[in-house]
C-alpha cells in the first residue's frame, strides 16, 4: 500500500460515527431544463427573455450552453425536505415565466422532438471557443442532467467519497435515467443523454483514485491534453467541483420532478456518509467491467437488467438499487431520509423511471407531441 492510500485510509478510519457525519454532509442540486415551443413542442430559443423577466426571484437562475435551455441551482441545504422546497420554487417560477413567453419547460434529458435550424448557442466567448475546439460534439447538444453536490470537509475525503460513489454510478443512473426519445426517435434506451454526453473526451466515469494527489494529477494531465479546455469541462460522472468543496455527481438525466431529484439527492448523501464511517476502501472496478454496466444502465434504466459488480452477472435493476438502499440504510435512518427513499424508490419501481412514465405517455397518445404534454404538466407540477 503506498503511503498516498495509507493516509487516506487514516482518515476515514479517524471519521466521527455516521450520526455525526450526516450533520456535516450538506447537499445542493442544480437541475438543467429544455424550453419548447407551446404550438410545435420544438426547441425555442427563448432562454434570454425568460431569465430576464424571472430575475431570480430569490432563486439562482442560470443560463447554459444552447439559448434552448435554463438552470436553476438550490441553495445548500441541510435537509431533503428544505432541498424540495428550492427545487419546487424553481421549477414554478421557470415554468411559470417560460408560459408568458411562449414556451414550456421541460425535464428531460433530451429533446423529444428535433429542430429545424442549427443550436444556437449562448453568446459567451467560452461557448464558441469549444465550438472550435470540439466541433460536431456541439450537435449533441442540448442535453440536460441533474447534478448533486456533497459538501465535504477536504479534498481527501471528497475522494473516497469519490471512490464509493464510483461503484454505484450504474445504478444511480438506472434510478435516473429520463431520455429515451430524442430528435423525433425512439432510441431504444432510457437514457440517451448519457451515450451522447459520453462522447466528449472528458466525460464518463472517472478512475479509482489512491488519493487527493492521484486525483489533481489526473485532471491536470486531462485539461493538458485539450481533452477539457478547463477544470470546469472535466466532464466526469461524479468529480471534485472546480469551484466549491464538494463533490459533485453528475451521471443523472435531469429528473422528472422535484421528488425524484431528491430521492438521488439522498441516495448520493447516504453513500457519502456510508462511506466515510464504514473505514473501508471502495472496490477498485476496472474500467472495462464498469463501462459495460453503465451503458447496460443507460439501456434499460430501472425497468430492465443491471450489472452486478460484484458477481458480473445480470441482475434486475431494481434489485441492485435496493441493495444500494440496505448498505446506506444507517445512515438515511440518522439523517431521517429512510422512509423518503424507502417509499420514493418503491414507487419508481411501480410506476417506471423517467422514461418509462415518458414511453407510457406516448402509449396513451399515441404521439411525441403527446409526450411533450405529458412532461410539460409532469415538469410544472414540481
Known sequence: MSEAQLGTREYVLAATQVDQLVDRLTVGVEEEFLLVDVESGRLADRAPDILSDADGQGHDLQPEITLSQVESASGICMTMPELRAQLIGARH???EEAERHGTWLIATGAPVLGRESPNALTPLPRYHRMTREFRA???????CGCHV????PDDEARVVVCNHIRYWLPTLLAVGANSPYCNDTDTGYASWRYLMWSRWPSAGAPPWFESAADYYSARERVVASGAAMDLGMLYWDVRLSAHQPTVEVRVGDVAPTADDAVLMAALVRGIAATALASGACAPDVPQHVLRPALWRAARDGL????????????APAADLAGSLVRWIRPALEVSGDYELVDESLARLVLDGCGAAR???AFARTGSLGGVVEFLHAQTKSG
Open 93 to 95: 417560477l421557470l415554468a
Open 137 to 143: 460534439l456541439i450537435a449533441d447538444l442540448p442535453v
Open 149 to 152: 453536490h456533497i459538501g465535504l
Open 303 to 314: 425497468e430492465g437488467l443491471g450489472v452486478d459488480l460484484v458477481t458480473g452477472e445480470l
Open 358 to 360: 415518458q414511453r407510457a
